[in-house]
C-alpha cells in the first residue's frame, strides 16, 4: 500500500488543511479515490445540523462498497502473506497467532458464512461479547462482510447491561465465549450471556467460541459452537463468501456509550465515511509507514479497538497487534516485553496504563531494549505531564513523539492530534486539529470566541466523515444531546483552551460524565444502579481526581436504615452496581449521609459535592440558595 494522502511535512499539514476547509468535498473525495468502490458516489456530502430532523448528515452518497471488501480483499494482490492481525496470548507461554492478510480473509469468508447458515441478513443486529481474541476481530468483520450491524459490548459489563443493549437495538443473534483470560483471572461469558437472555426475546442464536474450556450452558436450539459451525461450512465447501453490496450510509455498527443521563446510547456509525475517516487519521496521526508493526492496546469493546485496532489499519494494509491479557501481568513489564517480542514500532495505549505502570517503578523498564519503538500515542483522557515525561523518556527515550489523540465514540476517529513527526509537540495538549475539523470554542452565553489564548466549551462546526449519524432507535435524542446546546454546532461535552499558538488542550467533561481509567461511566446511571438497593433512598455520584484512574467514583448515600452493618451495606452497594452496570462502574468511595444539598426546587447541587469529594473544604462557593445548608457540615466533617 502506498499513502498519497499522508503528510510529511508542516506545511503539508496546512496546506491539507487550508484544503480541507476551503472545498471539503473536493478534499474529501480526492482522499476516497485510493479506496474500493463497487459504485463511486453522486455527491460527496449533504448536511444540515440544525432544524426538526437534525442532524442530516450524508457523505459519499449513491456510492456502494463493503468496507471488508477494502479491509482484505483489495491487500490480496500485492499483500496477502503481509500479517493482517498478530494476536499476543494473556498467558505468555501460550504461542501467538499471526494472521496474514489471506488468512483472515478466508476466516472473515468461513465466519460471514456460518452467521449466514444461521440466518443472519442484512441490516440484522448482532451482539458480540467476547475477550480480545482474534475471533472477535473475525466476528466484527463477518458481520461487516454480509451487511450486519454490530453491537460489540466490552467484557465489564453486567447481564443487565448487556440485556438493555440487547433490547435496546434488538438483536436477532448473540457472538460469545465460553470465558475470557484476563491476567490471573478466568471471566465467565457464556453464564453472563445466559443471564442477561431471560430477559431478551429477540434473540434465536448464540454462537459460542471455546476460550477457556470452562463449562457452559448450551441450549438446545439456541446455542451452537463456533467451531462445529465452522466444520459444517467446510464440509459445505463454502470457502469464499461474496461482499455483501453496501450503501455509503448504511449502518456499519452500534456502539453504546455513557451521557448525563441514566441510559447509555447506542452512537450509529456507517460505512463509507468512517471507512475513509478511520484510514485517513490511522495513516497520518501514526505516520504508519508499510511493514510497520503497530499495537493499540485497547479493547474493541470500545471505539478506539474499532477504529484503530480493526477497520482503520485494515483499510490501510497494516500489521495490528491485539493483546488478549492486562499490562500488569505477569509482571508490570508485559507490554515492554510484547514491544520487545513482535518488535513494535507503534505503540497506542492510554494515560490511566502508563501511569499504573509508573506505579511499579522502573525495574519493569530496565531490562527492555525498546528500541524498535518510533511513535508513541495516548487515547481516552487527558493526559497529565507526569505520564507524558515518564512514557516520553523511559519508553520513548527521548526520541518517539507522543500524539495525544483528542476523539471520542461519536466522533469515530480522531479530531485532535499531533501528527507524528510532522507536528510539534506540546506535553498535555492534543495540538492541531486534522485536516477537515474545524473545532470552535464557545462562551458561556453560546457564542463562538475566536482568537487564540481562551477556554470555553469545544464544539465542532463543520462534517467530518467519520462522524455519528445518529442515536439508534432515537434521533431525536441525538439532536438534543449533540445539536441542541449550540445551534449549528455539534458539542462534544468537552472543555479545552487554545493557547497563544492555537494549540488545543483539552481539560475534560463539562457534562455528567466521568472517565474512569478512560472508561467513560454517567454519573446518573451509577446512581439509578445504588438506588436499586434496597436499603437505598438517594444517591449522588461525582467524580474526584484519581493518581491512576484519572477520577475514581465518589458516591454519597442516604440509607433509609442505618442499625446495620454500614461496611456490609458499602458492599452490597458495590454488588448492586456491578449487577447492575458491571465491576467498572463500582464506586471507590461510599459516604452514608442523613441529606444531599439539594436547592429550592430539589436540584442537587452537584459542584458542592464535587469540590468534597476533591477534598476542599473551605471554597465550596455560594450555599444559601440550599434548601437545608446545615447538610453541607455534615457531609464535609464525615467525608471518607
Ligand atoms: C476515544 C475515546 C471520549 C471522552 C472525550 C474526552 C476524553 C479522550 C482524550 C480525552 C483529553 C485526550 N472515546 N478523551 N481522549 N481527553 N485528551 N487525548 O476515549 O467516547 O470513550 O471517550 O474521553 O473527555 O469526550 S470515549
Redesign the pocket.
Known sequence: MSYPYQIKSLDEYHDAYKKSISDPAKFWAAIAENFLWKKKWNNVLSWNFTGENAPQIKWFEGAKLNITENCLDRHLKDSADVPALIWEPNDPKENSVTLTYKQLHEKVCAFANVLKNNGVKKGDRICIYMGMIPELAIAVLSCARIGAIHSVVFGGFSAQSIADRINDAACNLVITCDGAHRGAKAIPLKPIIDDALLQCTSVKKVIVYSRTHTPVAMMKDRDVWWEDEIKKVEAQGKTDCPAEEMDAEDPLFILY?SGSTGKPKGVVHTTAGYMIYTTYTFVNVFNYQPDEIYFCTADIG???GH?YIVYGPLAAGATSMMFEGIPTYPDAGRFWDITDKFKVNILYT??TAIRALMAHGLDFVKDKKLDSLRVLG??????NEEAWQWFYKNIGKEKCPIV????????GG?L??AIAGVTKLKPSY?TLPLPGIQPAIMDEKGNEISGNDVSGNLCIKFPWPGMLRTTWGDHERCRKTYFDAYPGYYF???GCLRDENGYYR????VDD?L?VS???IGTAEVENAINKHTNVVESAVVGFPHDIKGQGIYAFVITEKQNGDAELTKKDILETVTRIIGPIAKPDKIQFVKGLPKTRSGKIMRRILRKIAEGETENLGDISTLLDPAVVEEIKREKV
Do not use: F, K, L, Y
Open positions: 456509550t470500545w471505539v478506539t477504529s492510554a494515560p495516548s487515547v481516552g483522557e487527558p493526559i495525544d489523540t483528542w476523539w471520542q465514540t461519536e466522533t480522531i485532535i492530534s492534543a462534544t461535552g468537552d483539552i481539560t475534560g467533561r460524565v472517565n478512560g472508561h467513560r
